[in-house]
């Protein structure tokens, strides 16, 4: 594992000028050139239509092959190593114990239960920001054990509490903070705990608490890596720390960037929000002389449905400026050039999603190996029922 980590973190290394940029805004201002870049591969970039674009996105090989064409330096065996995936038992589940689980997130939650409990049913729980306690539902009903679920909102301890008591499974639902006190004192050595999604340093706090108390064994499965605390990534493992990687919350973001789980209409609504966006910024700078980016707040979907007109005005608003008359259609057409240009950029971070990832993850599964842990590394589902579908599984050594 430690070898794995090393190769990657030096190829990331030797190619960070490649996902270190930043798409949305190289698109706001497109007369930046990007010095980093080999000259050739702006070009590439420049020329490619919106059908090339989307065929590439959607195509990881393609867009592997094409760059290695034009990048032969480029080229590593970490691109083409297949990840391990976790072998599991079918579950068979009870009627009621899916009731109210949305489809995809039931996949997910069958899934990452199934390797949870082909490596531990006799063992009790912990559900670590558990919601309403979906994961924890089915680890109760097949193993019998005792599950202690962990979760910020009162409501959704309240509406978890009542389906186990309801259903009679031995659950207890715990309101609290994963960062207290109170939630730390949950990780004993006792207990398994897991996590499916839990954010940023909610899952690294989980960690961190599992290797200070010497839990028996944990599962995460980490997402949302730039929701930390900190103003950049603080490693946790001696090999990271000693790496000469060191990433901003906007690096952290780019393993996030994947959306395979997305229907045609999410879809649509991002490219016209990233269309307005990136149109409103031109308008401003064209006709107001605002040079730096202005970031405006997160919208309302239906606010699209509106127009662009609106939505500038409804941004101006935000932003307290205001605004002259324009020809509203142009700047318009201007954003979706420029949203092609967004999105032509944004294939050269795409290479490097899944390494990155795997770095983090790494990360974390070698801090837990040096803290007395045998782990394994793995897939829990297919991509497509999430792209976030990297587990960590440990287990004390001794166990």
Same mark, same amino acid.
């Given at each position: 594992m430690l070898k794995q980590f090393t190769e990657i973190d030096h190829w990331l290394l030797e190619h960070q000028a490649f996902w270190r940029i930043e798409p949305f805004l190289q698109a706001c201002f497109p007369e930046q050139r990007l010095p980093s870049i080999p000259a050739h591969i702006q070009e590439w970039l420049n020329t490619l239509q919106p059908e090339e674009i989307l065929r590439y996105k959607l195509s990881p090989e393609q867009l592997y092959a094409k760059l290695r064409r034009l990048l032969p330096s480029i080229a590593s065996n970490i691109l083409n190593v297949s990840e391990p995936q976790f072998s599991s038992p079918k579950l068979e589940l009870s009627a009621h114990s899916c009731t109210g689980i949305p489809g995809r997130k039931l996949e997910q939650i069958v899934a990452m239960s199934s390797v949870c409990l082909d490596s531990n049913r006799d063992i009790q729980w912990l559900e670590w920001c558990s919601g309403k306690g979906y994961l924890g539902r089915l680890l109760a009903s097949v193993s019998g054990q005792n599950v202690t679920s962990l979760e910020f909102q009162q409501q959704l301890c309240r509406d978890g509490q009542h389906y186990a008591e309801q259903h009679h499974l031995?659950?207890?639902?715990?309101? #609290?903070?994963?960062?207290? =006190? *109170?939630?730390?004192? +949950?990780?004993?050595?006792?207990?398994?705990?897991?996590?499916?999604?839990?954010? #940023? =340093?909610?899952?690294?706090?989980? !960690?961190?608490?599992? @290797? &200070?108390? #010497?839990? /028996?064994?944990?599962?995460? @499965?980490?997402?949302? $890596?730039?929701? !930390? &605390?900190? *103003?950049? $990534? &603080?490693?946790?493992?001696? @090999? /990271?720390?000693?790496?000469?990687? %060191?990433?901003?919350?906007?690096?952290?973001?780019?393993?996030?960037? *994947?959306?395979?789980?997305? #229907?045609?209409?999410?879809?649509?609504? %991002?490219?016209? *929000?990233?269309? $307005? %966006? +990136?149109?409103?910024?031109?308008l401003i700078t064209t006709e107001l002389g605002i040079d730096d980016y202005l970031p405006i707040p997160s919208i309302k979907k239906s606010l699209l449905s509106k127009g662009f007109e609106a939505f500038c005005h409804w941004a101006a608003d935000k932003k307290q400026l205001t605004l002259p008359s324009v020809d509203w259609a142009e700047y318009e057409r201007e954003g979706e050039q420029r949203f092609w240009r967004m999105e032509a950029l944004s294939l050269l971070p795409q290479l490097f999603r899944r390494p990155l990832e795997q770095w983090l993850v790494l990360d974390r599964a070698l801090f837990l190996i040096e803290h007395g842990y045998s782990v394994e590394v793995g897939t829990f589902c297919q991509r497509e029922v999430t792209p976030r579908n990297l587990l960590i599984r440990a287990n004390r050594a001794s166990n």
């Open positions: 031995p659950m207890t639902f715990v309101h #609290g903070d994963a960062f207290s =006190d *109170e939630a730390e004192s +949950l990780c004993c050595s006792d207990k398994h705990a897991v996590a499916l999604h839990a954010c #940023g =340093d909610l899952h690294v706090r989980l !960690i961190k608490n599992a @290797a &200070q108390s #010497g839990m /028996a064994a944990l599962s995460v @499965a980490p997402c949302c $890596y730039h929701l !930390i &605390q900190d *103003e950049s $990534y &603080q490693p946790l493992s001696s @090999a /990271a720390k000693q790496s000469g990687m %060191r990433l901003s919350k906007a690096d952290l973001r780019i393993p996030l960037q *994947e959306t395979v789980t997305g #229907g045609e209409r999410v879809h649509r609504h %991002r490219k016209l *929000e990233m269309t $307005y %966006r +990136l149109a409103f910024q031109h």
